[in-house]
């Protein structure tokens, strides 16, 4: 059996651990790189060290240590950017790197600006018709009773570049504004920040109603993979990552977003978001991220690797049969999960047995937790020890969702 052409994964938290599972299980090697020095993927027994090693600067340097770690190998390597500080690094290199990586179509620039551009991103959805949550931009002056005349409370207030704010939203996604004062705080005390963000209606709703599709696009735009589930719950609640979903046929999802995706000439491997409104009955888009996801592990276990599908595309294999997607499958982040589960638990959202209930089906697959991957477990244990000792009990759940540090493995 020939060997496999290598890849690189531009990320060691678990949206890059869950790449590398299934690639590894494939015979791939998977090597890696991340800009934090507490990266857990590292400890994974699924990545391997580069030469130049796991942490990097993202400057001209790390280009030329990419290309020089590219010529080592008699095959060309897949690149495989998994968050969105990585996905502009390459698509503002997409030129050079190219010639010496195998890279999705979609990270050039002129394509993934659509989709890393909040304000781009929206004005694309209206020129395709499709539907998104009421939104209003600002450029930093806006008073409340402009905004509420135009927006209806509650309401979010959503970065246009969101890699640029971590330091400002604490581990949050989004700043929520459940009314008027809110409203007012926020634009005293975050008015400079304002300036190319936006302000967005919060469709009502369950954390159930939110559904995904990833899909794959060859070079010619034409579908080779696709794959549906929906979220169960979040970290952090309400306004975060998925932290247990399932797999299930959305097929409505589904045909939006490959319709959408088909006429924006996206190619490469990307994931949806959609919200069903209740008002109105209409799925409405939330975002595209145009590369592997936290949750990527999911459609292993549902017999649905459209990242493997995207890697024999790019390395030029032949593409392999996806077997019918299995629709129950379950992926969980368990310590992430627990601590949302509490938190809508003590919040009256959800009650305590129907939370309980979920654990006592077959969770298939877990974000860190995997015993095949001993030093990542050892590492792990480790690191939940290490928290129990520093924040022992806490009352005030709030506090533990607010705190950046509890799980570092914070990107999606």
């Given at each position: 059996?020939?060997?496999?052409?290598?890849?690189?994964?531009?990320?060691?938290?678990?949206?890059g651990i869950?790449?590398?599972?299934?690639l590894?299980?494939?015979?791939?090697?998977v090597?890696?790189?991340?800009?934090?020095?507490?990266?857990?993927g590292?400890f994974?027994?699924y990545?391997?060290?580069?030469?130049?090693g796991?942490?990097?600067?993202?400057?001209?340097?790390?280009?030329?240590?990419?290309?020089?770690?590219?010529?080592?190998?008699?095959?060309?390597?897949?690149?495989?950017?998994c968050?969105?500080?990585?996905?502009e690094?390459v698509?503002s290199?997409?030129?050079?790197l190219?010639e010496?990586?195998?890279?999705?179509?979609?990270?050039?620039p002129d394509?993934?600006?659509?989709f890393?551009?909040?304000?781009?991103?929206?004005?694309l959805?209206?020129?395709?018709?499709?539907?998104?949550?009421?939104?209003?931009y600002l450029?930093?002056?806006?008073?409340?009773d402009?905004?509420?005349?135009?927006?209806r409370?509650?309401?979010?207030?959503?970065?246009?570049?969101?890699?640029k704010?971590?330091k400002?939203l604490?581990?949050?996604?989004?700043?929520?504004?459940?009314?008027?004062?809110e409203?007012?705080?926020i634009l005293?005390?975050?008015?400079?920040?304002?300036?190319?963000s936006m302000?967005?209606?919060?469709i009502?709703?369950?954390?159930?109603n939110?559904?995904?599709?990833?899909?794959?696009?060859d070079?010619s735009?034409?579908?080779?993979?696709?794959?549906?589930?929906?979220?169960?719950?979040?970290?952090?609640?309400?306004?975060?990552?998925g932290s247990?979903?399932?797999?299930?046929?959305?097929?409505?999802?589904?045909?939006?977003?490959?319709?959408?995706?088909?006429?924006a000439?996206?190619?490469?491997?990307?994931?949806?978001?959609?919200?069903?409104?209740?008002?109105?009955?209409?799925?409405?888009?939330?975002?595209?991220n145009?590369?592997?996801?936290l949750?990527?592990?999911l459609t292993?276990?549902?017999?649905?690797?459209?990242?493997?599908v995207a890697?024999?595309?790019?390395?030029g294999?032949?593409?392999?049969?996806?077997?019918?997607?299995?629709?129950?499958?379950?992926?969980c982040?368990?310590?992430?999960d627990?601590?949302?589960?509490?938190w809508?638990?003590?919040?009256?959202?959800?009650?305590?047995?129907?939370?309980?209930?979920?654990?006592?089906?077959?969770?298939d697959?877990?974000?860190l937790?995997?015993?095949r991957d001993?030093?990542?477990?050892?590492?792990?244990l480790?690191?939940?020890?290490?928290?129990?000792?520093?924040?022992?009990?806490?009352?005030?759940?709030?506090?533990?969702r607010?705190?950046?540090?509890?799980f570092?493995?914070?990107?999606r």
């Amino acid at each position: 059996m020939h060997k496999l052409p290598p890849a690189l994964v531009l990320d060691l938290s678990p949206t890059g651990i869950a790449v590398a599972r299934i690639l590894h299980c494939h015979g791939v090697d998977v090597y890696g790189v991340d800009v934090s020095e507490r990266a857990i993927g590292k400890f994974s027994r699924y990545i391997k060290k580069p030469s130049f090693g796991f942490e990097t600067d993202l400057n001209k340097k790390f280009v030329d240590n990419l290309i020089y770690f590219s010529k080592r190998f008699s095959k060309k390597m897949v690149l495989i950017p998994c968050s969105d500080v990585f996905i502009e690094f390459v698509s503002s290199h997409f030129d050079i790197l190219n010639e010496y990586f195998y890279i999705q179509d979609s990270l050039n620039p002129d394509i993934s600006e659509k989709f890393l551009n909040k304000r781009k991103f929206y004005s694309l959805c209206e020129e395709l018709n499709i539907p998104y949550p009421k939104t209003l931009y600002l450029k930093g002056y806006e008073k409340s009773d402009y905004i509420l005349q135009r927006l209806r409370l509650p309401m979010i207030l959503k970065p246009n570049l969101i890699h640029k704010w971590k330091k400002y939203l604490k581990g949050k996604k989004v700043v929520e504004i459940k009314n008027k004062d809110e409203l007012n705080d926020i634009l005293k005390k975050e008015r400079e920040l304002l300036k190319d963000s936006m302000l967005q209606e919060i469709i009502p709703g369950p954390e159930e109603n939110i559904y995904v599709c990833k899909c794959y696009f060859d070079k010619s735009g034409k579908l080779l993979a696709s794959f549906t589930g929906k979220k169960i719950r979040q970290y952090p609640p309400i306004f975060g990552s998925g932290s247990y979903m399932v797999s299930c046929e959305a097929k409505e999802v589904e045909e939006i977003s490959i319709s959408f995706l088909t006429k924006a000439g996206f190619k490469g491997i990307c994931g949806t978001e959609f919200k069903y409104d209740p008002r109105d009955g209409i799925f409405k888009m939330l975002e595209v991220n145009i590369r592997p996801q936290l949750w990527e592990d999911l459609t292993r276990v549902a017999g649905r690797e459209v990242v493997w599908v995207a890697y024999c595309d790019l390395a030029g294999l032949e593409i392999p049969e996806l077997n019918s997607q299995r629709n129950g499958a379950v992926w969980c982040f368990l310590f992430r999960d627990i601590i949302s589960g509490i938190w809508h638990v003590s919040k009256g959202n959800g009650k305590f047995w129907k939370w309980l209930c979920s654990y006592m089906k077959k969770i298939d697959t877990d974000a860190l937790i995997d015993f095949r991957d001993f030093p990542l477990l050892v590492r792990l244990l480790g690191y939940i020890l290490k928290e129990i000792y520093l924040f022992k009990i806490r009352p005030n759940l709030d506090l533990i969702r607010k705190k950046d540090d509890f799980f570092p493995y914070h990107r999606r």
